[in-house]
């Protein structure tokens, strides 16, 4: 029977793991996969978190079930910061745990798929693993062009896609930090992009891996709040991978937000069975341990001040970036206004290739940076490596 199956390529980003760790050369710059990196290269437990981590072994008297909605505190805890003041809009929004922000993207398309949705509208270039878990779901994915040449927003390529909609369809759209362009829509962008949405009634699904790596905790969710005081319906995707750095403990959310009491208590209901079906339960080390540091003002100080040193340190790399202006046939100087940790070079895959092979430089074949691979250390020699290959 198994002999009737494909055999499948692996995951590209994560094939590059691989490759750079079996590359001996010392002077090697890994801007392959989405992990931050401090200036000497580490990626770090956070200290808030090895401090939680320390209560939970103290303290945690149980290790029993939960529920497919995993650790309630720690979803609840988290909706101050992504949602504002009156977090749960007058009871409309309710959330549950997930693996990761994979497992929240994965929830929010099969639910979506579940009821009724026949299409989704996304941007692209995407994370790969969209179209990957549309395909998975066999939900139509319908492609538009996210960015323009010149690294901005391309504002009227979503609009037509919103506006050319009908109601049963959706839209997929990165809460901050796009990934993998860097290039998030302005304030204004995101206000005509909620009207529209209001307009046809297409179906909302905010993606936000990155909250905190763009601009600050209120900035980076300024335009997904603003879409949300305005739609009917959504479903909001969110990861605590980069932010909180838990990457492999698999920690992430998914919030609803219906119409109403009624209909959120119903695709509640229906998230958990899907939930239920798929992992059973998320696991739940790494969200206590967020849930501990954010009911704990010392540690919730903490953390912040970590994100900012990780937001600072990926700013002043984006404006080194920036200044040395244009390399080969690459101008760097957009770079300078995306956002958090990936930007895109205009870079062919021979040219990818060459800077693996030559330079031992290490970057998806979509020309994808990982801002956070470069430090003071190396930004040089990555400059002057594109300037050769491109030039
Ligand atoms: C990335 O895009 O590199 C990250 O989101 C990691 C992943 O799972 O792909």
Redesign the pocket.
Known sequence: MLNRLEAQSP?A??ALIKMHAADDRPDKIDL????YRTGQGDTPVFAAIKAAEQILVDEQDSKSYLGPEGDIGFVNALMPYIFGENATMGGRLAGMQTP???GAVRLAVALAQKAGMTKLHMGTPS???HAQILGDIDLEMVPFEHANPDGTANVEAVLSAIRGAAPDEGVLLHGCCH??TGIDYSSAEWDVIGDAIVETGIFPIIDT?YHGLGHGLDEDVAGLRSVLAKVPEAFICY?C??NFGM?RDRVGAFYILADGQETLDKAFSNANALARASWSMPPDHGAAAVRLILRDSELTLKWQDELEQMRNRMRQVRDTLAEAGVAGSVDLAPLGTQNG??SVLPVSKEQVAQLREDHGIYM?GSG?I?IAGLTMGNIEKFVNAIAEVTG
């Open positions: 995951d980003l994560l392959g996969v989405g992990v990761g922000g994979t994370w790969p693993n990934n993998p891996a990861s991978d980069k990457y940790l990936f998806a994808r990982n």
